[in-house]
């Protein structure tokens, strides 16, 4: 296993971690600069941050600063009503992959989406099962596509809690059956964003990781899981502040073959987003050194 605890060369910022900084929203390009001054080689920004700023700025900033991306956030949310919502699906996933590859990203991560209106609270239907099917439809469509401009696209299974309104894929097991399936041949095109927090718990995860390989791990979320918890989406934990082991799990995904960035993704609306972006950034490279 690579030693960390030297430098933080192998860290990335998941630009989620601080674009709210002491309460406010901060832009993204005054996140890639505090990057820069502290040396963080890699980022991964979200697409409303980009669009924000401008996709050229952002691209001609992160060249200047030579800032790298480990991912970029996101791709998904394939489950719609009726076909002109899977066609606006389809449709706005290809313009995700097209500023991915002007990013220079190494992966599209998808967040596949579950039954479409129930993150505002009215589903449009109830059936789960149609919706893993639509799930499955839309990442073969953007998988045609994502082969032409070559653009690996990366399914992020998600915590079971979040199964009705954000990805119906709970496990990664059911992301590799998924990927088994539209990519027997194990190009290197479809493959896993694995994020600590949904997946830490999972009695089949050092089986699923080592399934994985090299070929599949696109991509690696860390943080942790703070106990209690008093906000499911927006309560993570900085690490080393939970009950997640973490240089276990990071030792099974590098067996597997992964070497590339652990990536910080911390939602906290209650405590690091409350925080000065320069704390939490500093307090980043010293738990990737310490807990990672």
């Not at 697409?47 to 600063?65: E, F, M, S, T």
Request: proline share 4%.
């Amino acid at each position: 296993m690579r030693d960390f605890s030297q430098n933080h060369d192998w860290l990335s910022i998941n630009t989620a971690t601080v674009r709210k900084q002491s309460g406010a929203e901060v832009p993204l390009d005054r996140i890639i600069d505090q990057c820069a001054e502290r040396g963080i080689r890699a980022i991964s920004p979200w697409r409303d941050q980009v669009a924000a700023v401008g996709l050229d700025k952002i691209a001609k900033q992160l060249k200047a600063h030579g800032i790298g991306l480990s991912g970029y956030c996101r791709g998904g949310f394939f489950p719609a009503p009726d076909a002109a919502g899977l066609k606006a699906a389809l449709d706005d996933n290809r313009r995700a992959i097209d500023e991915a590859k002007t990013l220079d990203a190494p992966c599209l991560v998808l967040v596949v989406g579950a039954l479409p209106g129930a993150l505002d609270g009215k589903a449009a239907y109830k059936d789960i099962g149609r919706a893993r099917s639509e799930v499955r439809d839309g990442i073969a469509a953007s998988l045609e596509y994502a082969c032409e401009v070559g653009m690996p696209l990366a399914i992020e299974p998600l915590h079971p809690m979040q199964a009705a309104d954000r990805a119906c894929i709970n496990t990664l097991e059911h992301a590799l059956d998924l990927c088994d399936e539209l990519d027997e041949g194990r190009s290197g095109m479809l493959g896993v964003a694995l994020d600590i927090y949904h997946v830490w718990w999972d009695p089949k995860l050092q089986q699923q990781i080592a399934r994985a390989g090299r070929e599949r791990m696109l991509a690696y979320h860390v943080c942790d899981w703070l106990t209690p918890t008093r906000d499911l989406l927006s309560d993570r934990g900085m690490m080393g502040d939970g009950v997640v082991e973490l240089k276990k799990i990071r030792g099974w995904v590098e067996d597997a073959g992964f070497a590339g960035f652990s990536e910080v993704e911390i939602f906290s609306n209650l405590d690091w987003w409350q925080r000065p972006g320069a704390e939490t950034l500093d307090v980043c490279i010293e738990r990737h050194k310490q807990a990672v």
